[in-house]
């Protein structure tokens, strides 16, 4: 069997070669005592070395003990080594997860052993897989990785600054083309290029690709092509994920905003981006190597373990990036707001809104990722009227257990749960965590950026799939597509109860929740086994990405709320008012209580036994929402 038979064919021309190093070599720029001083074993990397590994780039880019360099107006440390040494990239070949998840793969497949790992390596070690390729010592498998130090590196320096701009953001699967001449791509024009040309042997070049979204391309949309548990090829493929193009089917190309612009936000401090030269101007503005997704519960997980998983950033850089990511999570991901949308005689409808503010979906990358819905109304007392997604001590949404959780439009239920997530499927049409089995979508309700539309060329890789699809409140407003958005609408019994109710809502989020786990927990490999220790211990936490409430909102379902306005009359005197008094006349009903909102709906106060007049809290228009034994009506009032 060929080993591509997996994953398909890897073009052989992925690596575009340009040019040589000229046979003069650099221009000296140090002394020898100077060279001395600056105590390197690095001079230069040997010409043979396609990709330098991050150690060759730490001496100028990362920490400046003399504080000039890499520190922003503030005298903050932004260096770029510290910074990129405790992300997910640095550390995407020590990755136990991803080790496991391997090793699981060519413990149900061995037989695609070799096909599974040439794949895998190419996004989780790049430079040590197109090394040995160009070297002619294809295939390269982790047990090669291992002992590279090119390859341990992960997704270093060398990876995206020497990816070329032939085919950018037109290839994906690991298929990746370089410069494989002894340069560099940076996003300053001029640069200073004698340190680098003479400590490290590369010239730094400038080139504008370097910030173009398609550098991220070949690693975040993944294609691969399904077998039937017997090893035998389905004959068709499977999008795993497809984050770059979920970013293609949105607004933010068009407004300028790349993969870059939101994983490396910019400061417009200026930096100087090279220690040791004190001559040096600073560049703006100057991209942060902060490189955070939302995977807080791993960054967390190789903190810990980074002596066992062989990681060499202090957990003070940890602590960094998890804060970065953290703040990504809450402050740029989604906007939550709820309202009242209905009330009757023995109901109360909550509508939720959820916006996505990412540039690709929500959640997005590996499958496993989710996001749930917990909501909540209690009464005054503080005792739960109604629960939708509780979390279980196993850290498994109620109602999960129950197969696929469908998306919803309206929950009225506690056993339902509203679950953004991709639910791949195998060749029966079952539920699989095993990406080799995945032949199919049940679900893929997870949330679409702003502008996302079904017209795209690439939906056929970012497709809606599931009940979402007949939802007109998801990525829909008053039927057009491209919000963005859903609405969730959560309808409460209260026949019976009168008195103030609050309604919280919160949005979560897991990276590796017990469904997607629980399959590879039943197998057992030493890859498996060391990560199974590792997660055991860790903290499974769901992460809250925001929340929103309504709160102390008085419901009577004692009397029909639909016979109002009709047979009740309701005097307010005087309206307006210049005092901010006016008194309340009602006839045809008895007056029990009496709430005041803004004019935006915001509800001000509550008076469950209103005097008369009634006193309004400051100047303004004011909706008054008066209660009675025989319904509800809502009057205006103006206070100047």
């Keep these: ?34 060279i001395a001083a600056f105590n390197t074993n690095l001079l230069p990397i040997d010409s043979t070395v396609i990709f330098p590994t991050s150690a060759a780039c730490k001496g100028c880019h990362g920490l400046d003990p003399n504080g000039y360099a890499m520190i922003d107006l503030a005298g903050n440390d932004v260096n770029i080594y510290d910074d990129w040494r405790a992300t997910m990239m640095a550390n995407s070949a020590k990755d136990p997860f991803w080790r496991a998840k391997v090793s699981h793969e060519i413990l149900l497949y061995p037989q695609h052993s070799t096909a599974i790992q ?70 300053y024009p001029g640069p200073f290029g004698a340190p680098m040309e003479e400590f490290v042997g590369f010239k730094p070049l400038y080139r504008d690709h370097i910030n ?25 493929s499977y999008v795993e994920q497809a984050t770059y193009h979920e970013w293609l089917n949105s607004s933010y190309p068009e407004l300028g905003v ?20 004190l001559f040096l101007d600073p560049r703006t503005p100057y991209g942060l190597h902060e490189l955070v997704g939302a995977n807080t519960m791993m960054l967390k997980l190789m903190k810990e373990h ?64 989710r996001a ?17 997604g509780r979390l279980r001590p196993d850290f498994e949404v109620e109602g999960q257990e129950n197969g696929v959780e469908p998306h919803y439009q309206l929950i009225n239920r506690p056993d339902q749960a509203q679950i953004y997530e991709i639910v791949p499927a195998d060749v029966n049409g079952q539920f699989t965590s095993i990406l080799e089995r995945a032949y199919s979508t049940i679900k893929d309700n997870r949330l679409p950026p702003e502008g996302f539309s079904a017209s795209h060329p690439v939906y ?27 609405v969730v609408h959560y309808r409460i019994g209260i026949e019976g109860y009168q008195g103030n109710i609050s309604a919280y809502a919160a949005v979560y989020y897991q990276s590796l929740p017990p469904r997607w786990m629980a399959e590879l927990f039943d197998a057992s490999t030493p890859e498996i086994e060391t990560f199974r220790a590792m997660f055991n211990s860790a903290d499974k936490s769901p992460v809250m990405v925001g929340s929103t409430a309504v709160e102390d909102y008085f419901v009577d379902g004692t009397v029909d709320v639909r016979d109002n306005a009709a047979n009740i009359r309701v005097n307010i005197t005087p309206n307006p008012t210049s005092n901010g008094i006016c008194s309340i006349d009602v006839q045809g009903a008895q007056l029990r209580a009496v709430t005041v909102f803004s004019a935006d709906g915001r509800r001000l106060a509550h008076h469950p036994s209103p005097s008369n007049p009634l006193r309004l809290p400051g100047k303004g228009v004011f909706l008054l929402q008066i209660d009675t034994n025989r319904g509800k009506v809502v009057r205006k009032v103006v206070a100047y």
Excluded at 1 to 26: C, D, N, Q, R, V
């Design 258 to 277: 790349s993969c870059q612009g939101c994983h490396m936000p910019r400061i417009d401090d200026p930096v100087i981006i090279s220690a040791n030269y």
């Design 118 to 187: 040439s794949k895998c390596v190419t996004c989780h070690a790049p430079n040590g897989h197109y090394t040995a390729f160009l070297r002619g010592l294809d295939p390269y498998l982790i047990e090669d990785m291992l002992q590279d130090s090119i390859g341990i590196d992960g997704v270093t320096c060398s990876t995206c600054h020497k990816i070329s701009d032939q085919n950018l953001g037109t290839t994906f699967s690991g298929e990746i083309y370089f410069d494989t001449t002894r340069v560099v791509f940076g996003p």
């Design 306 to 369: 980074r002596q066992t998983l062989g990681i060499d950033a202090d957990a003070e850089h940890f602590d960094a990036t998890i804060a970065s990511t953290m703040s990504m999570l809450q402050e740029k991901t989604l906007q939550i707001s709820m309202e009242v949308e209905e009330e009757t005689a023995d109901s109360i409808t909550f509508a939720l809104k959820l916006v996505n503010k990412a540039g690709h979906k929500f959640p997005s990358g590996y499958p496993s990722r």
């Design 212 to 236: 173009d979204a398609g550098i991220c391309a070949p690693c975040h949309t993944l294609v691969t092509h399904p077998f039937d548990y017997e090893g035998n090829s389905l004959g068709t």
């Design 372 to 388: 749930f819905v917990a909501f909540t109304v209690v009464n005054e007392a503080g005792d739960t009227l109604f629960q939708s």
């Design 1 to 34: 069997m060929s080993k591509h038979l997996f994953f398909g064919a890897l073009i052989l021309g992925t690596i575009y070669i340009a040019g040589s190093w000229p046979e003069s070599g650099p221009k000296r720029f140090h002394t020898k005592e100077e």
């Design 460 to 486: 056929d890789t970012t497709r809606i799939e599931g009940l979402a699809l007949d939802d007109p409140d998801f990525n829909r407003k008053n039927g057009v597509e491209g919000n963005g958005a859903d």
